[in-house]
């Protein structure tokens, strides 16, 4: 009755995470209290924003030192106090980097029975989510649209492109080496990759967009920002998403130069957000998210590491761009 | 039968604009040919703008330096070879810093006859508008909403801050001293002031908004800029009018800290507009403004100053915030 669990041990600070910063540790298996369930992990998602909640409060509290990690996943109910929940069910749940959670049961649903179950952490989860909702509600494409994308083999950028593709767009992905941008172009059906580990990485993109950009959805911030922001046409539109480059280490002491400046001179609108603002809307972003899968438009792809052990060295390595598609941790 | 002119002698690249930039030349007054208009300049309206274009190409076109300065203002017909302007009729023109310009009528279009009418370059003229079109269009205030605005006792900041009370919203300026603190809030009305010029702004600022900013209306960029998206609330609004900070020198090394960080994690949205963007409700918007003005809920501060010969000046000392309302000069 034991349940093993990943301890952010200390917080790292400015400095680079490190597998140092974690401990692993064996507890006791929780019980439910009245309204509560026992939740068996299965699943637990690494995400860029896992980092961010390291360094201050976001959309949600700043993490401490010594708690176990937290970190959203997918559940199965083992016991349950409430009714609309039984033995069996899966859930999203906020249960962190442990085997086992109690979570009050009120704000938790049943999941719909979807193979593969994965794809609930991906395509239909926050991942989906985000492209959907940022790139439509945000970026604003239309059919012709120049839609340029950072991170673009990562779990959001790899489906922003593909609907901005559905969407009639002519989509550059900014992603890191040259297979990375194969896999872009040729499985996915992006019109071309750029490589930003390339020293000639502003002429590329110069490049690809040599008329301008109209969308740019930013999941990196830094200087790939920077560079899409001087490559913006009038009345472009910036969906911003994420800031992966800032997350892991020293914030950064400036930011990109031409704010405001550029955004005056070309009318640009940048706006921020988060998956949850957009909540109500997700029926219809889930049916159209499922219809595209089914009719092979919109591929799936996941990078699923095993065991519980694994979950430091994922995150640190998902940190460092090593993933290709929606990272997660089967438990 | 003669034309004297402020010329753009040279460029000021990146140093601060300084009266050996200009030149006063004169020139033989020109003759309209046909479809064109002969123009006598009244008033040359002043702006920030003005540098921006030595810059670059912005929204319009890079000056070049030993031109006649680009500027608009109000100018009359006094001879005319198109059938819809007669002499005597008023128009705004780009006409630059002289006497007497010819310009193709079909583009000029008669004013009302409005007294005062210096009001046409200052509330019923770009300034006017562009306060109007910036706040309520890419700031979108409700009743009850913190709107913060930089260049506060300046010709649009003045302006935004007034409306934005008229809107009901609780207002604070930022401007540079005690005196145009004083103004802002006790002859225009604003809830507060903050001066930019304190050692301890940022800190004052912080107490001016307590619980943060729902509209912040940037007219300078750089280190106000940067305060202020610190102190934004979630969802909140930047309408980006302009960079007055940025104008005068050399261009920043970087850019404001947060970008884009802090966009993503309070859900912000920034905006970037010209006033011509919204031309087509110019009607609407002069009607408002009217009536507001009528009313005496808003009030017009110009600051006219006499003589070709004030224009490279009355300029530099716009860029040094030395005005008070919409500055220029009577020819």
Redesign the interface.
Known sequence: MTNRQIVLDRLPGGDQLAPEHFALKTGERPSPGEGEVLLKTRYISLDAANR?WMQGA??RSALEGGQVMAGGGLSEVVESNVAHLKPGDLVFADAGWQEYAVLPGKRLEKLPDLKPETHLLSVYGVAGLTAYFGLLECGKPKAGDVVVVSAAAGSVGSIVGQIAKIKGCHVVGIAGGEEKGRWLTEELGFDAAVDYKSPEFKRLLRAAVPDGIDVYF?NT?GPI??ACLFAMKNFGR?A????LS?YDGA????????????????????????VM?FAEQNEKALADLQGWVASGQLKVQEDVLEGLESLPGGLIGLLGGENRGKRMVRI
């Not at 911003?240 to 800031?243: E, F, H, K, R, S």
């Not at 130069?257 to 640009?268: D, F, S």
């Open positions: 961010a976001t959309y930013d911030g920002f920077e910036i911003c998403c994420g800031a800032q914030p950064p002491a400036h930011g990109p130069r031409g704010i405001p400046g550029l955004i005056v001179t070309k009318r640009l609108t940048l706006r921020g957000f988060v603002d």
